[in-house]
């Protein structure tokens, strides 16, 4: 086993290393997270919409705990297919307008689950390339041809689908907004070329389901494609501040997957009161638009303040905000004086993101006040200045 100190050692030496940091939070302020006893603004959380410590989910959970217990005993094609789980997928399908609905264990579980229940030997996955982990995973494990095209580039994209024309499956898949840049995929164009050569289209909505849509739906249905996507994932992970992961597609689609992924079926269901908490978190996303209405307002309070300090964050609007530094160690430091701040952001180095482009994703939240947001605007720029960043 020595040599694992020799590679860590490297690792450390060239700032890549990782460690796992204690955080805790206080209910009553949902927009912090408490390390080493203090208190941080939380800017790298993925509670958008801040209903992680919803008290009506807490209260779902709760009963349902008592009344079906702690675990599901087994995977659901045995005997772990609680009641639970039928009301959720029936209220995804309807939420989302699609024939029916699958729920899996987790985001990365589902993306594995489902590209290797769709593609195998012989067949062709077209990734972008800043496609997140679990869809890279997903597609190695599947053992289909991949084939990444550079990212968002559709001419790209178009070469390679007609180069590999004949292959017997052709599944296009693609993140609707990307996780470490927060920009979005360009949905109407992927649409156009799967129809032109007559490939499936794959959507993982883990950053815009809950907050794009006026019901939340997704960047999908907000540009009025729902209908041209075949597979939609998205997750309870993040928006929806629960866990667990979701598939809505044609009622063929959700059979194929309960015959043939395997995350599905080698694995225990989830727990039914996190089920039950899904579904509450469910309603709520539907009903509180106050809640989407809120996050794009710290959206855009927080991107113009950066900017305008001359910060180059590209534009958009979404809630995820790359402070790209390039340098590994640089980042890191950054991250660090933040902390003496009070501001929890962290770096994110490559593999991650690709090489040379470490960077500080900040991720908003509904639950931010303005003056919270404008605040660690200043004091980033303090620190960019400082560090010539700026
Ligand atoms: C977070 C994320 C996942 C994984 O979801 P989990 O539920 O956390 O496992 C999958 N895809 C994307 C794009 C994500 O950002």
Redesign the pocket.
Known sequence: MKWMEQELRLLSVASLERSLQDSSIDLEFPGYTVRSERALLNLSS?NYLGLAGHPAIIEAMREALLSEGAGSGASRLVTGNRAPYRRLEQALAEWHGSEAALVI???????IGVIGALVGRGDVVFSDRL?????VDGVVLSRAQHIRYRHNDMEHLRTLLSKYRDCRRKLIVT?????MDGDKACLSELALLKQEFGAMLMV????SGGIYGRRGEGLCHNLGLQDQVDIH?G????SFGV???YICGSRTLIRWLVNHARPLIYSTALPPSLVAGISKALELVISDHWRRERLFEATRIFRSSLSQSGFIIGDGDSPIVPLIVGNNEVALRFSRELETQGIAAVAIRPPTVPDGTARIRFSLSAVHSDKELMDAADCIRTIGHRMGVL
């Open positions: 993925n264990a987790n985001g990365y579980m589902a993306n496609n997140h982990a679990s869809i993140d609707a907004v990307f996780s993982d909505e883990a950053h994932m997750t309870f992970s993040k866990y667990g992961a």
